[in-house]
C-alpha cells in the first residue's frame, strides 16, 4: 500500500478500502494470536511497535518483537491507523511465529468510515483482525448488565457496527468489532477467550507492557531469550 501522508488522502483510502473488508469469518484452526501497541519517542517522530505472539487459547507467549519507523503522518482521531499500521507491520514481518489472529487496541469497523486500525492492518497482513478498543469512537448502545462475559449491540442508526462487551464483573467495558475475515460473533467470542482476570485480553495487556514498559513477556516457549529488540 502507498501510504497518504494528508488527511484527505487517507480519508479517500479508507472509502476506497473499506468494500474490501471481510465481515465473516474466513480463518482455519486459530492457533496462535498477536497483540500489537504503538508508542512513540523522540517528539514523536518515531512510532514504536510492540508485537506478541501468544498461543490461543493458552495464551503463553511465543514470540515478541519491537520495531521503529519514522512517523509520516500527523495525530488525527479517526485516522491514526495511517500514523501506526507502518510500524506495525514492520514488527509483524520480523516475528519467528506467524500469528493467526490480530487483535488490536483500537477500533475495526466501529469506526466512522467503517475502516479503523484493525482493518488495514487486517487487508495489509493478510490475517484476520480484531479491533478491542477501551473507548467508544462512534455509535450509540442500550444498558450494558453488569456480569462478566455481557454484551449489547453498538449501533450507529440501524446499523450494528461492534459489541459493547463486559470483559469484568464491574469494570469499565470493551468495544469490539470486526477487522478482517472475523464475523461479529466470533470477534467476541475470540476477545473473551483471551481475556483472563483482568478487563483487557492478554494480547493486549502483553504488548503494552512491551511497548511502554520495555518489559518482554515472561515464559517464552523454546529459548528463554527468544523475542528480538529492534
Not at 1 to 6: A, E, F, K, R, S
Not at 12 to 17: C, V
Not at 118 to 131: K, M, S, T
Amino acid at each position: 500500500m502507498n501510504w497518504p501522508t494528508t488527511p484527505d488522502e487517507a480519508i479517500a483510502l479508507q472509502q476506497q478500502l473499506r468494500d474490501q473488508v471481510i465481515l465473516t469469518d474466513d480463518f482455519d484452526a486459530i492457533r496462535t494470536v498477536a497483540g500489537v501497541d504503538v508508542g512513540f519517542e523522540e517528539n514523536n517522530t518515531i512510532a514504536r511497535a510492540a508485537v506478541v505472539v501468544l498461543a490461543y487459547p493458552e495464551l503463553q507467549p511465543l514470540d515478541y518483537v519491537t520495531a521503529r519507523l519514522p512517523v509520516t503522518f500527523p495525530y488525527i482521531p479517526g485516522l491514526l491507523s495511517f500514523r501506526e499500521t507502518p510500524v506495525i507491520l514492520e514488527g509483524l514481518g520480523q516475528l519467528r511465529r506467524q500469528p493467526d489472529l490480530v487483535i488490536c487496541d483500537g477500533q475495526g469497523i466501529a469506526h466512522p468510515r467503517r475502516f479503523g486500525i484493525a482493518c488495514p492492518l487486517g487487508l495489509e497482513a493478510g490475517l484476520p483482525a480484531i479491533g478491542c478498543a477501551k473507548s467508544r469512537l462512534t455509535g450509540q448502545h442500550g444498558m450494558l448488565p453488569e456480569e462478566r462475559g455481557a454484551g449489547v449491540p453498538l449501533l450507529d442508526g440501524d446499523e450494528q457496527i461492534g459489541i459493547v462487551l463486559r470483559t469484568r464483573s464491574g469494570t469499565k467495558p470493551v468495544y469490539v468489532s470486526p477487522g478482517h475475515r472475523v464475523s461479529m460473533a466470533s470477534a467476541v467470542t475470540l476477545v473473551m477467550n483471551c481475556v483472563t482476570k483482568y478487563r483487557l485480553p492478554e494480547t493486549t495487556r502483553a504488548a503494552h507492557n512491551l511497548a511502554s514498559h520495555g518489559t518482554p513477556p515472561r515464559g517464552i516457549a523454546g529459548d528463554p531469550s527468544q523475542g528480538r529488540l529492534f
